[in-house]
């Protein structure tokens, strides 16, 4: 129990701290464990809801592998069919991939060449020649027509919480500089104001805006450009992002996230809430070491961060024929050189 490894180990150090029962038996065992978890995801999401100073992007929830995409190239193949004041649209071929598979092109946008709108597709099944629209064509019935299916809106991972970094694609953006090769953020209100979806352009994408979310719990962006001119050409993206993790339980061998050395600060703030809610007024004391213990897991987490640099732990000898500041130099012994 000492040594807080297992999230049983926690809960039990933090009832017997507590005065309860530490084998199953106490009447706060279930809110404990769901305290317990409130607190873990609040530091999983950086710590700031419990310390307002802090606000951390935790090494240890970083994702081993980045998440990747694929930017589908916009689909023009064959014509489409038409009626003003209808959902309902009719492709002359079944939307395919650059691979020949059949897709869904569901939440994907939609253009009759010749017309100005842009729709969203709301319902589409793979494999169908026909889906609706978000709302009735305002056009004028017609078949035959050109028009443009792109997509733009991309899901990320399913347990992503948060990115950490600009997303690196492997096709230069033009502006010839290693910028090129990644994607930055900005708010969606920027993104319509510099890229608006009535002039979208096809390229290599370099924004993208984080948007609401088509199923509940799963993030999702949009790109500022919606992809290759050349249908056989996917663009591969990459994205290094913070995992959403688990909640706890009682199992046994399940261990939180947490480098171990800190795990101690699950039970601190455990700790506080039971003493809390016992009107025990050792409970501020208990909060006063949980936060301690937070700041100093913040502290290791920003060191181990910006230690390990090209020159980290490197003698650097003076060079030979280097300039010396102005000024002299007081040697060990007093003596000054100057």
Request: charged share 20%.
């Amino acid at each position: 129990m000492s040594n807080h490894q297992f999230t049983a180990d926690i809960l039990r150090d933090a009832l017997f701290r507590a005065g309860e029962n530490p084998n199953g038996t106490s009447d706060y065992q279930d809110q404990a464990l769901v305290y317990l978890n409130n607190v873990y995801f609040q530091i999983c999401r950086g710590g700031s809801e419990l310390t307002p100073s802090i606000k951390e992007d935790w090494a240890w929830l970083r994702k081993p592998l980045p998440g990747v995409l694929a930017l589908h190239p916009p689909i023009t193949t064959g014509t489409v069919s038409v009626t003003r004041g209808s959902t309902d649209v009719f492709f002359t071929s079944i939307p395919e991939d650059t691979f020949g598979t059949e897709i869904s092109v569901e939440t994907w946008f939609f253009k009759v060449d010749s017309l100005p709108e842009v729709y969203r597709v709301s319902s589409f099944t793979s494999g169908a020649t026909g889906g609706s629209l978000d709302q009735v064509y305002l056009g004028p019935t017609a078949s035959g027509l050109a028009y443009t299916l792109f997509k733009l809106d991309y899901d990320l991972a399913d347990d992503c919480m948060r990115l950490v970094a600009p997303m690196r694609l492997f096709q230069n953006s033009g502006w010839n500089s290693r910028d090129d090769y990644k994607v930055f953020a900005c708010d969606l209100d920027t993104m319509e104001e510099q890229y608006p979806l009535a002039y979208v352009e096809k390229g290599v994408p370099d924004y993208f805006a984080p948007i609401g979310e088509v199923t509940p719990g799963i993030k999702r962006v949009r790109f500022n450009r919606c992809g290759a001119t050349d249908f056989n050409t996917v663009y591969r993206v990459e994205y290094e992002y913070l995992f959403r993790p688990d909640p706890l339980s009682t199992e046994e061998d399940e261990e939180p996230l947490l480098p171990l050395q800190f795990r101690s600060v699950l039970s601190d703030y455990l700790l506080a809430y039971l003493l809390g809610i016992k009107n025990d007024n050792r409970a501020g004391a208990a909060a006063q070491a949980a936060q301690a213990g937070l700041i100093g897991m913040a502290s290791e987490n920003r060191y181990q961060t910006t230690t390990a640099t090209k020159h980290s732990f490197r003698m650097m000898p003076r060079m030979n024929g280097m300039v010396r500041r102005p000024g002299v130099l007081r040697t060990e012994s007093g003596s000054i050189v100057g």
